[in-house]
């Protein structure tokens, strides 16, 4: 296990070391620079670029970019917050991002748990009906149109919840987020947890529980659920790093001061080295979630173990 | 309880109701003078020497305080100074500091302050990207060799003769300097409390001096919420009436609105379509700006964009006031000329560009003339169709494509190449000259006409023309001689643009104001025209 573990932490650092260099050569290839200003001269733009190390050769940025890195120098943002090291842009807006991003996964997943367990278990039709509504207006709505949906009726018309983010109601002022980003999860949850407590029901050893005379509600709690989770588990993960990433439309629109629109602002104003380093974290987000989900799956199920070591 | 018992419970129920909705009235009656603004952006730093962008010096201009400012009726006055004069040669500006001006924690505020903050804009190790407007816009004495690393800060021209004495040394006359250093770029930095703060300066609301109405109480890089609180040692804080500012920023349009209405915000700027829903508002103003939209031509490269008959026909034939009415909407109005309305007074009070059927003759619609002119322009050249690139932001591209729909339809073999650009693009393109015609906006930084003027000079260096009568005309509005006769200076600056437009060296588009939605009884709210920020001095709400 131990061996495994570091094997994958191994690829891992190496994935994020080619991510990052990618990422370099990348950014050399896009238009203009961060200092786009018409009545800056060529002079004066040379000499922003030397000030910032930007005349250098991409290696060489790259390389003492890496230094910098280990050192927990993040570098500073050139336009987008003149001067100001990274670190104490992303320090005061992860967390807002991540509350949020957590929240939303917490109420989508628990709320889709639920809705598809109950429409499995139980087959009725008025279950059916609010089953199949919510998740095709999941899957085929767009966040940000809930998010408008809800400040226009339960921000502004009904003025229960307040439009925008403030800092003094933190958590009121994240409901409106939360319920406009959760909606999505709810409803892919919903659809996988249906159909795999819809498979595990009619699966064989399910069907000896139930021979054996075991309770119904047993048979749900102790051998349904458990295996329905599974694969559930894989999806949840991957929505998490997409949350945890921050929503740019979402952000914006309810003015919360996350990551979400930090990337494309960054891109937008060519200021490079917020670009790298966002990017560069959420790519070891994924890879970090990625690798506790298949430790997660090692010890929940022995098959993958084993499996690997074949 | 009997039915009198009752009536009586009830009165005296009813009575306590009453009651207290008189007194919840007389609390709401209290004085609130905390004012909401919305802003659509978070400022990108509040380092007065380093902003350079017209929504951080929105921002910035509540708590800085400059030399000189602008009234809510455009005056230039003094602010932190009581006097100024210059030298005959007009290269040297003597600034006498109010007394008894202080910082936001008590000290005093000296000409010393002014010299660090001079120094710190033009200093290569801070980089301000406005670092031009101590290089280009007016030349302080060293300011370019200390911008390259040729000489240390301290050779700079500014120096302080005493604690309320300033001098600025400039290599060229700068006439309109005092309205250059209303930009908070020049507002003063106290060095002694830069260098205790370190590199924390400017990073967080309690690293920062303030000299100006307000101070900072709450503040991060890149905000979504600034909040504000009346600075009482601003030598005008009894002008001063609203107690606190909140400075919230709301990307959404839509939110924005939602947020005005339903009273979270008192003052909201609003762009794109919500403008044309607005229209006819009371309480939406649009506040004209030094901003001119036109069509830049290479006069380098292209031999038929040469021929002023070309060139001519191609302005003739854009219908400006059907894009305005039926694409750009309100904010936007046509112009036919190179200064807009209302940034620049001549001497006898009356607006510089205020007559805007001046230059009709070269640039209104006028499809049978440019036809004409355009043919006359073909003959002369020997071809008989053009074909033509144009380059434009792709944030432009509905009106790009309807200027080229014109274009081609009033001249006959005229054939337009669309060249859509990311944004950041455009400005490479254009320093690089590789574009028959750009479409460009431009906003003045300081209340001057040659800060219009002076993008056609052949030193400026995204410019391709080259019109040796022009650049003489020029040099003389900037000389000495005539840096202190303001009423020659002023026709050289009419003869000026006159000649650009005579000769159709640039196509003029339109000019934009700035549309603000302001409650009702919000008063003096205004923004300078050039982009210096809102002027807060008379800045009032009504109390409920």
């Known amino acids: ?101 957590l929240a939303s996964m917490i109420v989508g997943t628990f709320s889709g748990l639920v809705l598809g367990f109950l429409t499995a278990f139980f087959r009725n039709k008025v279950l059916n009906f609010i089953y199949g509504l919510f998740t095709l207006l999941g899957i085929a709505v767009p966040s940000y149109i809930f998010a408008m949906f809800f400040s226009y009726f339960l921000g502004y018309r009904v003025d229960m919840l307040p439009l925008l983010y403030d800092f003094r109601t933190p958590i009121l002022s994240t409901v409106m987020p939360i319920m406009a980003m959760s909606f999505g999860v709810m409803s892919v949850i919903a659809r996988f947890a249906k159909a795999e407590a819809s498979d595990v029901m009619k699966s064989d050893y399910v069907l000896f529980a139930k021979c054996q005379g075991l309770p119904n509600g047993t048979v749900i709690m102790k051998y349904v659920l458990k295996n329905s989770l599974m694969p559930v588990i894989t999806v949840v993960a991957s929505l998490l790093v997409s949350l945890l990433t921050g929503s740019l439309v979402i952000e914006r629109m309810f003015s919360v001061p996350g990551v979400g629109g930090l990337l494309t602002s960054a891109i937008d104003s060519n200021d490079y080295s917020v670009v790298i380093a966002l990017s560069f974290i959420y790519s070891a987000l994924y890879i970090v979630v990625m690798l506790l989900l298949d430790i997660l799956y090692c010890i929940i199920d022995p098959r993958v173990r084993l499996g690997g070591r074949d | ?99 008894g001006l202080k910082w936001s924690d008590g000290r005093p505020l000296l000409a010393e302050d002014f ?91 309690d690293t920062m001096l303030y000299a100006g109405p307000y101070i900072m109480d709450r503040y991060e890089p890149l905000a979504m919420q600034i909040h504000l609180t009346k600075n009482p040692y601003y030598l005008n804080a009894d002008n001063i009436s609203i107690e606190g500012i909140t400075l919230q920023v709301i990307n959404a349009n839509q939110q924005a609105v939602m947020c005005y209405e339903s009273g979270v915000v008192d003052i909201t700027q609003i762009t794109g379509e919500l403008t044309e829903l607005t229209e006819g508002d009371p309480e939406l103003h649009v506040y004209p700006q030094a901003m001119l939209s036109f069509i830049d031509i290479n006069h380098g490269t292209n031999p038929a964009l040469k021929n002023r008959n070309i060139r001519m026909a191609l302005s003739k034939s854009i219908d400006r006031v059907s894009l305005v009415e039926n694409l750009l909407r309100t904010g936007y109005s046509s112009i036919t000329r190179i200064i807009p309305p209302g940034f620049y007074k001549d001497p006898d009070g009356s607006d510089f560009a205020g007559d805007r059927t001046m230059y009709d003759e070269y640039a209104v619609y006028d499809t049978d003339e440019a036809k004409r ?46 060249k859509p650009v990311p ?73 000026a643009e006159e000649m650009l437009m005579e000769d159709a060296a640039v196509i003029p588009l339109w000019t934009v104001g700035r549309s603000y939605l302001v409650h009702e009884g919000v008063e003096g709210f205004r923004l300078t025209p050039t982009g210096t920020g809102f002027v807060v001095t008379g800045l009032t709400k009504e109390v409920r």
């Open chain 2, 1 to 99: 309880m009997d039915r009198r018992g009752m009536k009586k419970t009830v009165s005296v129920l009813l009575s306590l109701v009453m009651m207290t909705g008189v007194l919840g009235g007389c609390s709401s009656d209290s004085v609130n003078t905390e004012l909401n603004i919305a802003l659509n952006d978070s400022p990108s730093t509040v380092d007065p020497q380093l902003t350079y962008e017209i929504n951080t010096n929105n921002v910035i201009s509540f708590f800085v305080a400059t030399l000189y400012e602008y009234t809510p009726d455009h005056e230039l006055v003094p602010c932190l100074a009581e006097s100024s004069e210059v030298s005959d040669d007009g290269l040297i500006y003597t600034f006498h500091l109010k007394e």
């Open chain 2, 423 to 495: 944004r950041k693009e455009h400005s490479r393109i254009r320093m690089s000259g590789d574009f028959d015609m750009i479409m460009v906006g431009w906003v003045a930084d300081y209340s001057d006409p040659t800060a219009f003027l002076s993008c056609f000079l052949s030193t400026d260096h995204t410019n391709s023309y080259n019109d040796p009568d022009y650049e003489a005309l020029i040099e003389r509005c900037q000389s000495a001689e005539v840096a202190n006769n303001n009423e020659e200076r002023v026709n050289l600056m009419h003869r």
């Open chain 2, 373 to 418: 002119l355009w043919e006359l322009g073909l003959s002369e050249l020997g071809i008989s169709s053009l074909t033509l690139n144009f380059v434009y932001a792709t944030t432009s591209g509905d009106v790009a494509e309807a200027i080229c729909a014109q274009m081609e339809k009033a001249l006959p073999g005229l054939k337009i190449e669309l």
């Open chain 2, 115 to 205: 010299v660090f903050a001079m120094q710190r804009l033009a200093d290569p190790d801070v980089g301000s990207n406005s670092v031009y407007l101590i290089t280009d816009s007016c030349m302080v004495k060293n300011a370019r060799e200390i911008n390259t690393g040729k000489m240390p800060v301290n050779e700079l021209g500014v120096r302080a003769l005493d604690d309320r004495t300033l001098i600025v040394e400039l290599e060229a006359p700068c006439p309109y300097f005092r309205a250059l250093v209303t930009l908070p770029n020049f507002s003063p930095c106290c060095e002694d409390y830069y260098h205790v703060v370190g590199e924390d300066y400017a990073k967080r609301a």
């Open chain 1, 1 to 101: 296990m131990l061996k495994y573990i570091g094997k994958r932490l191994l690829i891992s650092v190496i994935t994020l070391l080619v991510i990052l260099l990618i990422l370099f050569l990348l950014l050399q290839l896009m238009p203009g620079s961060p200092f786009n200003d018409e009545k800056l001269s060529p002079e004066q733009v040379a000499q922003l670029k030397e000030k910032y190390g930007l005349d250098r050769p991409v290696i060489e940025q790259f390389f003492r970019y890496i230094v910098n890195m280990l050192r927990g120098d993040l570098g500073v943002s050139y336009s987008l917050s003149a001067n100001t090291p990274i670190t104490e842009l992303l320090v005061n807006r992860f967390p807002i991002t991540v509350q949020i991003g």
